[in-house]
């Protein structure tokens, strides 16, 4: 097997020396110690965002002595990529990076490799979710925050902005304008004049600002999507002898000309940190090789805002080595917010035995579902000075006066499954936990596609725990997909809190009103389901038959239910985060920053095929 695999590698390799055309590999060394190739397939080497991003690919495989890279280039073009992936399958690689040209076309192909192997993709998302981890950037919150940062730069006398654009109609400048148009938007004071496409080229966007510059008698501030960009509209201010224009970028690379030195010269007011996310690509690629537990499904990197006035200590922390904490025994403090359901305690379980896998000294309260014991338990972290907090926090809104003392204090926090409103990321270092949108989209696709023939399907929906995360996503999402379909119809909505006795209560009241109409069960939990199995069985009526049940989690006692044909889908939300957040925790304490958010991998489990689903189950 591994002689063959071997032969394979050697054969690649001549291949390329030989034919010297597509692919292309990186380094030619040993093959002996070779165990994975890794074929990368790059959408375009014009946008220097991406060759940066392929030589931070290079820079991390080369710590690695048993992998190979395979680079292609797509040349812009969707047709060639498809190629491109095709021979990368037929040469046998074990790992595809890809770097989509074009969302919609490329996703085919995608789907096809994650068949076969595990599928990185990086920045340009596909349709769906047939690849094995996204990484990539939140444009629109880099928009939104160059925006506020601008709109801080002009004050109380406002002023006037250019945006310079890379190539029109790419959906991740869309967003990352829209962001920043949504954020201005709300000054009056300020005007956007013009906006011109410079197809992230420095020259183009020194051409365009000339014009620009003849157009425009006051121009105070330029918002490039580049810092490239930016550079080239600098460029042209001062050969026309312009002074007093701020330039804004976005990207914020290391090197000669890159975002952090022109901010340090002053040359550009300040810049937006944009990971490629190539290293961090080949960081968990390996992880996925040798077949690691915890790998998410998304991760969102963070940007920084940086100015004058922390560029140095950045680009320090940026390359400073990783200071050695193992001989410090870290404290974190962990506020769970009670526990209420299965999913609470295999969560709650998790999170103590990856502590103690990690060793990590963990100081664990709970909190009844009550905000103000987890405010409270928060605050005795601060007080005792633990190195990181880590919270699920109960509802939504209220956390902004804790989470500044937590900050004023120094101590990182983390967030835990549940999300925070308003969503101001400089509280915390990250998010760890599911996408509740996309569960409540899952049940109801689940439901529509379920063949159901009566002309009005009356569904009763068992909400969470009100201004909680989940119950307003899940409720959101379940929303969006029925909308499309008149004849489903929620008749009954109440919130059961996510506990049985609440799904219980909840759904004897909707039988009490609408008895044997009611077709259909949404529950935002596998708890509140099973309590509202027991009011159906109470009413008279065959739960999983006369009234069909979907509901979110995936429990062991789920899945119990659907073997007795009692519920018939659930939709994973995964509660084994422990082993994620201690990863989390280590890397923050040893310098590394943490990306926004990460999303766990999560799938839908119909009752056809539990029996056989609950053999892998792990809670
Ligand atoms: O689905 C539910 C629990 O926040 C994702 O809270 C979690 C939810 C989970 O009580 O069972």
New binding site residues.
């Given amino acids: 097997m591994l002689k063959a695999k071997r032969s394979m590698i050697f054969l690649l390799i001549m291949m390329i020396m030989l034919t010297g055309c597509n692919p292309q590999s990186s380094q030619v060394s040993n093959s002996d110690q070779v165990k994975f190739v890794i074929g990368v397939s790059q959408a375009n080497l014009l946008e220097p965002w991406r060759v940066i991003m392929n030589e931070e690919i290079k820079e991390e495989a080369l710590k690695h002595t048993d992998i190979r890279i395979v680079f292609t280039d797509a040349v812009q073009n969707s047709e060639k990529q498809i190629r491109d992936v095709g021979e990368l399958l037929e040469q046998g690689i074990d790992l595809l990076i890809i770097s989509p040209n074009d969302s919609a076309e490329l996703t085919p192909i995608v789907a096809k490799a994650y068949k076969k192997i595990p599928v990185i993709v990086l920045d340009r998302a596909v349709e769906g979710y047939a690849y094995t981890l996204y990484i990539g950037p939140d444009n629109k919150s880099i928009g939104k925050e160059a925006g506020q940062y601008i709109a801080e730069l002009l004050g109380n006398a406002g002023g006037n902005v250019v945006e310079i654009q890379g190539p029109a109609g790419l959906p991740s400048l869309r967003e990352r304008s829209a962001g920043f148009r949504e954020v201005i938007g709300q000054y009056d004071n300020i005007r956007i004049v013009d906006t011109v496409v410079a197809d992230w080229q420095r020259d183009k966007a020194e051409d365009e600002m000339e014009k620009l510059l003849q157009q425009y008698q006051k121009i105070d501030v330029v918002f490039a999507h580049s810092d490239y960009m930016a550079l080239g509209a600098y460029k042209a201010a001062k050969k026309n002898g312009i002074n007093g224009i701020k330039f804004v970028g976005v990207d914020g690379f290391a090197g000669t000309n890159g975002g952090l030195q022109l901010v340090e010269k002053g040359i550009l007011q300040g810049t937006f940190t944009c990971l490629t996310g190539g290293r961090e690509a080949i960081q968990y690629a390996l992880d996925i090789l040798k077949h690691e537990k915890g790998i998410p499904k998304k991760i969102i990197s963070r940007s920084n805002k940086i100015t004058l006035y922390n560029v140095m200590e950045y680009t320090k922390a940026a390359n400073e080595l990783k200071k050695d904490n193992s001989k410090k025994k870290v404290v974190l403090g962990f506020s769970q ?2 526990a ?5 305690k295999a ?1 709650s379980q998790s999170i103590k035995s990856a502590a103690i896998d990690a060793g990590i000294e963990l100081i664990f309260l709970e909190a009844d579902q009550k905000q103000e014991m987890q405010i409270k338990a928060i605050r005795s972290f601060i007080a005792q000075g633990v190195d990181v907090i880590a919270f ?1 926090p109960v509802v939504e809104s209220g956390w902004d006066e804790v989470l500044e003392e937590a900050k004023m204090a120094g101590i990182p926090v983390l967030l835990s ?2 999300a925070i409103k308003p969503d101001d990321n400089s509280l915390y270092a990250t998010f760890i ?2 996408d ?1 949108l996309e569960e409540g989209r899952r049940a109801a696709r689940w439901l529509v596609g379920n063949g159901m023939t009566m002309p009005s399907v009356n569904i009763v929906q068992l909400e ?2 009100v201004g ?3 119950a307003s996503d899940r409720k959101k999402g379940f929303a969006e997909i029925i909308v499309n379909y008149p004849e489903f119809q929620v008749i009954y909505s109440a919130s059961g809190d ?2 049985e006795a609440g799904g219980q209560e909840i759904m004897k009241s909707a039988l009490a009103i609408y008895g044997n109409q009611i077709h259909v069960v949404y529950a ?4 509140m389901a099973l309590g509202a199995i027991k009011a159906i069985e109470e009413y008279g009526l065959k739960p999983g038959k006369d009234i069909l049940i979907v509901s ?2 995936a ?1 062991a006692a789920a899945f119990k239910g659907m073997m007795a044909g009692k519920l018939n889908c659930t939709v994973e ?1 995964n ?1 084994l985060l422990g082993p994620q957040l201690m990863q989390a925790v280590k890397g923050l304490l040893s310098g590394r920053q943490l990306p926004m958010r990460i999303i766990t991998s999560e799938g839908v489990f119909p009752a056809e095929t539990a029996r056989q689903d609950y053999l892998n189950r792990r809670y």
């Fill in positions: 917010l009670g209420e359901s299965d999913w609470r969560n699920s499954d549940r936990g599911s509740f969470g725990t909680s995360a989940p996510f506990t935002h939990n596998d708890d979110v989690d429990t939300c509660p």
